[in-house]
């Protein structure tokens, strides 16, 4: 079936179960994982307070750290599940369009995603990233909700 699932997390709680449901399937399959989480890019004229108050250096450093920690948390459910991952941080703008791009081109087959399930106008205006990637995606994507 599945041979290589990528999971998605921003490391929020509900992303978390998104890894944890993702590594158990994976165990199940036998099937090789690939955690990635994505930061936005720094931007110059920003109306996003974090960046407000950074440098360009100052804010790359923070999202590295912050991404090495999401990464760091969700690589430790997998290696309680016994199941193997490799880690991609990834600089974005547009996130969706990076975890597309992460799962050619690693060769997976499956993309998991948690996502809060809201759907029509909410959906619409919250511009979900997991909506994006469903609409976008030539692979399989799992949802968590």
Do not use: W
Not at 82 to 91: Q, T
């Amino acid at each position: 079936m599945y041979r290589h699932i990528l999971i998605a997390t921003d490391g929020s709680s509900l992303a978390t179960r998104g890894v944890a449901h993702g590594v158990q399937l994976a165990k199940a399959l036998n099937a090789k994982v690939t955690l990635l989480t994505v930061s936005e890019r720094f931007h110059t004229f920003s109306l996003e307070a974090e960046q407000l108050e950074e440098t360009a250096s100052s804010y790359k450093a923070h999202a590295a750290k912050e991404a090495s920690k999401i990464l760091e948390d969700a690589s430790r459910i997998a290696a309680d599940a016994g199941v193997e991952a490799s880690l991609i941080h990834r600089e974005d703008d547009e996130p969706y369009q990076a975890i597309i791009r992460a799962a050619e081109g690693r060769g997976c087959d499956l993309i998991v995603m948690a996502s809060h399930g809201r759907g029509g106008v909410s959906a619409m205006f919250l511009g979900s990233e997991t909506v994006k990637v469903l609409s976008h995606s030539k692979l399989p994507v799992l949802v968590v909700h």
